[in-house]
Each structure stands twice: as C-alpha cells, then as structure tokens.
C-alpha cells in the first residue's frame, strides 16, 4: 500500500526541512508547499528507513508526524484563559457548578478570569472530590456505616485518591499557576520487589528485585533474537546490514555474549551479570563484588515476571511523575483558595436540577434545610452514574447516556510504621513493589526519606481485589494486608505499626467508585453516549474525567474543564 497522506505536525517549511534531515537517507522527501509524502513502499518500509537513516527518535517523530502514534498528541490541548473584559456588552453571567472535585474547581477557578459569577455546590465538607489526602484527626463515615477517624502522625498522610501526577499533564500547569510545591514521586524502583504465587517453577512465592528481573527479562529475549537473527530466522525481513545492527543492539539491550564461530549454541548467551545486583556488593580494596546468578530462562517464563515491565512504557506511567509537597489535596485546596470561600457551599447535596426557560435552577440540601439556586448556566461534574439518578428535566437519551458507564472500584490502605523499615532493612526509597496477590501495588513513600516514621500504601488494587478489601471492615483489611505483605517482607511488615486507614471508593458517598468507563470501542469515548454529553443540553454543560481520553486522571478533568468554559463563554459572546 503506498503512502500519500498529508503530514500533521509540518506547520511550516522549517518545520519541513527538520523532518526532511532525517527522511533524505531513506529516499523520502515531503514537499515543502505541498507538505505531502508520495512513496512507493510500504509505511513500514518507509518508517524502518528512516528509524535506519535518522534513529530511533527520528522514526518516533516521523510516526506522530503521520498520525501512527499517540506522539502527536502529547502536547495539552490548546486553551487561552478568559479575560475580565471578554464579557464586555454581554453582561455578567451567573454559572452554577454542580460538584467541588477537580473538574467544578477548575471550570469555577476558569470563569471567574472571565467575570462571571460563580457558585460551587459540594457535597463533602470539604473541596477536591476524589483528591482527597487524609491526615490525623479527619473522621470519615462510609455508605456501609462504616466510621474510621484517621491517627497518623504529624506529617503523615495517605492520599486515597490520586497520588502521581505525569509530567506532561497540565496539572503541573496549575501547580505552578497556583504556587503548589511538587516533588518526584518514584514510580519505577529497580530495587523494589516483584512477587508471583501460584504459578509454576522455582520462583513461585518468592520476592524478587526488580532489577534482577528486568536483567533476566531482557538477557534472554535478546540471546534468543539474537541466535534467531543469526541463524537466518528472520532473513526474508532484515537485510545483512539490518542483521548486524540489530545485533549490536541486542548485545547492549540484554548484556549478552558475542557469536561464538561454529556454536550456535553458545553464541549471544546471556549469563547475568552487574546489572542482576551484587552480594557482596564492590567495596573497597580487593572486593569487587559477586553477580547475583541468574534465574533459569524456564523458571522466569513460568513466573511471568517479566510481564510486568511493560507498566514502564505507558504514556502516562513512564518517569518521571511527580506529586504536590504534603499531599495531593494541595492542588484543591489551593483551587478553593483561588475561588474565593465564599463561593463555594460545602454539604450541598443536590437533589434536583431543572433546564428552565431562560437558565437554570438547582435544589440542594444542607443541614439547614433545603434550599434553590438559579442562574443562566450550569456545569455538571458530578459522576455520572450518580448525576443519573438525580431527578432533573433533562432528555431521556442524556440520563441513559449519564448512566451506561461501567463503574471501577479501587482501594488503599495506609499504613503508618514506627521506623522507615524498607528503606533501613531493604534499601528501598520510594517506588513500587508488586504482586498477583490481592494486595496488588503497595507504594513506598516518596516524601519524608530517613524520618523516624513513614506510612506505606499497603495495598492500591482495582476490581475484584478491591471488591474484597471494600467487603472488610477496616481492621479486617489491615490484617489481611499484614498477612500478604509479611510474605514479601517477612515479619517486618507487622510490626511497629502505629496508624492505619483504608479507603473503598465504591461505599464513598458523592463518589460510589474510583473511575468509569465507557461501553463501545476501544477508549469508549467513541459511542453516541459520549459524544451527546460534550454538547450542552440546553443551559446545561458536563464536565469531569470520563469526558475525556485521560479518563481517573486529574489531566483528564482539568482539561475536560476547560473545554466546557470556552464552550459556554463562545455561546454568551456569540449571541
């Protein structure tokens, strides 16, 4: 099939000639005023020729050039902040923001640059919905009856919600516009352990380094493409040349071996190495320190280990991440702050929201009772499986549409200790150990490195996982986190601990999950449900992650955000 197809990302000649520096090894040349490709070769001829001629970066760029990766779409959407003077002869308009989580937040902190007036309804005590970072003293009641009141120390906090932020998220963006301290949030540790139980092989129910894995993953991938490159398995794609590249690069990918003349057998062998760990580790005078030996190719399969290292390679896993100095909930408080209190009514549960001739109006409850507001637009950010149930006057296709998504539980525990043990006993800071047990994930903290104490995620899962946690009461769960953990860390993980707090998100009121999807194709984001709801329904507007392709991210709601304020603002200046 050949290629003809206009190249995105060429904004300008200069733009062109960039790409064109890698492109003219391979015979390829875009056009500089047509900015089109006219090639007889197949895209994967033509992207191996380049990522030949130019490298890897340049084949990356060329493919985002042409629309084959998500690279062309890293950038944050384009926005342009509202201006007092933008209203101008419209007069001010009166939005009321139907939710306090990230997304209301962000649409309340982007209207009012643009005057208008603004009222959040919350219904928690407190701003940030699904951010929420819980400290000492605070007293939390679950739908199940459920109370737990927080113990942890003095600068000791677990962050149920959101606890990593991608550097190329616009969270970051507001971070910094709102004067948020961050700090790196270790995603990736290689000291770190894996664990597998239940599957075959010597390495069933032991705790494994990360690195030593990794090493063991990659050696004997690249020791067998490299025999299958150099005994001709692969001929009919690679050319001699080809051959001898991709075996230079398999030699430094897998630390393995040269070909051995006349042994196959022995030829590109990976036989561990540095890269595994140490014990002894080098030292000083003559210690040079020992290899850890590797696992046998057969046991490693077994354990699937090396399954896990693709979590590296999501777009918004990768390193590095980061998070706010003293807690995910510094980004909506600090919102709040910019919104001004007095616009924003905590323990506000709205009960019922009407399109009406000329606005909107919303009812909500209080502790003082019921009450009414009115004003000429609203922005919906609650979930929208909860927004489903609410009465309203909206179409029956857009409450169907609020309602078919799929709902994801998750939960975590934090687990306050006596001594930063994984970093005294294990040497491990920050990072994340993982395991097929149900404890899932369990995060070392990336703040308060060699203090007296530190609090440990004992356990983030989703599903099932968090279906059984969320089924426990809270000593339940840390008990039997105790239990899971202690299989990786031995005893250790049970003692000296001193606070705990475990999160459900599917008994959480004003929240009844973790995040939701959509049915359809891949992403969801491509059904007739979707797509009705990023349209207003008369004077209502919707907002919120799962309007969005960054869906359980903070990204995802922000920008969401943003899009329903320029929607509502070209409305009012247009008539």
Request: charged share 20%.
């Amino acid at each position: 099939m050949a290629i003809y197809q206009r190249v995105r990302d060429a904004a300008d000649a200069s733009a062109i000639h960039g790409l064109n520096e890698g492109f003219l090894a391979s015979g390829v040349i875009i056009h500089p005023h047509t900015r089109r490709l006219d090639l007889s070769q197949t895209r994967r001829d033509f992207l191996r020729r380049v990522g030949i001629a130019g490298g890897a970066g340049v084949m990356l760029h060329s493919m985002g050039a042409l629309g084959l990766t998500s690279a062309h779409a890293a950038e944050t959407p384009p926005f342009t902040p509202l201006k007092m003077s933008d209203l101008g002869r419209h007069g001010r308009k009166t939005v009321i923001v139907m939710g306090g989580g990230i997304a209301g937040l962000t649409a309340a902190y982007e209207l009012l640059k643009g005057g208008y007036d603004v009222t959040v309804l919350e219904g928690r005590g407190r701003p940030g919905g699904r951010n929420w970072t819980v400290r000492g003293g605070d007293t939390y009641t679950d739908l199940k009856g459920r109370t737990q009141k927080a113990t942890f120390s003095k600068g000791q906090y677990m962050n149920a919600g959101p606890g990593r932020i991608p550097q190329m998220h616009v969270t970051l963006d507001y971070c910094k516009e709102l004067g948020v301290p961050i700090e790196v949030f270790t995603n990736q540790n290689a000291d770190a352990f894996l664990y597998r139980e239940n599957v075959p092989g010597a390495l069933n129910g032991v705790p494994v380094r990360q690195r030593a894995a990794k090493a063991d993953a990659y050696g004997y991938t690249a020791e067998l493409l490299a025999k299958a490159t150099d005994q001709g398995s692969l001929d009919q794609y690679l050319t001699a040349e080809d051959k001898e590249r991709l075996l230079s690069y398999l030699r430094s990918f897998g630390a393995i071996g040269n070909r051995v003349v006349g042994d196959p057998a022995a030829s590109f062998k990976y036989n561990g190495g540095g890269r595994r760990g140490y014990d002894p580790q080098p030292g000083a005078g003559l210690e040079a320190g020992t290899p850890i030996p590797q696992y046998a190719m057969s046991d490693l399969l077994a354990s699937t280990l090396g399954n896990y290292f693709s979590f590296e390679m999501g777009f918004d896993q990768a390193m590095m991440m980061y998070q706010p100095v003293g807690g995910m909930d510094r980004i909506a408080y600090a919102l709040a702050k910019a919104v001004g209190g007095g616009r924003l009514r905590y323990n506000a549960q709205i009960v019922e929201y009407h399109n009406t001739v000329d606005g909107v109006e919303v009812v909500y409850t209080t502790p003082g009772g019921t009450k009414k507001i009115v004003g000429d637009f609203a922005i919906n950010t609650m979930p929208p499986h909860i927004a489903a149930k609410i009465k309203s006057n909206l179409p029956a296709a857009i409450v169907s549409a609020l309602g078919s998504v799929s709902v994801t539980n998750a939960g975590k525990i934090g687990i306050e200790y006596d001594r930063r043990w994984w970093e005294e006993d294990f040497r491990i800071y920050g990072g994340i150990t993982n395991a097929n047990t149900n404890l899932a994930n369990m995060w070392h903290p990336s703040y308060g490195y060699h203090g007296d104490r530190g609090t440990m995620i004992g356990y983030y899962n989703t599903g099932a996982n968090a279906n059984f946690y969320g089924n426990l009461t809270p000593p339940q769960r840390l008990a039997e986190a105790v239990t899971q953990g202690k299989k990786i860390f031995g005893d250790v993980y049970g003692k000296g601990i001193t606070a705990s707090f475990s999160q459900d998100w599917a008994s959480t009121p004003f929240s009844e999950g973790a995040w939701v999807g959509w049915p359809g194709a891949v992403g969801g984001q491509t059904g007739t449900g979707y797509r009705s709801l990023l349209e207003p329904t008369g004077n209502v507007y919707f907002a919120g992650d799962h309007l969005s392709h960054a869906i359980a991210w903070q990204h995802g709601a922000m920008v969401s955000a943003r899009v329903a304020v320029e929607s509502l603002h070209a409305r009012v200046t247009a008539a």
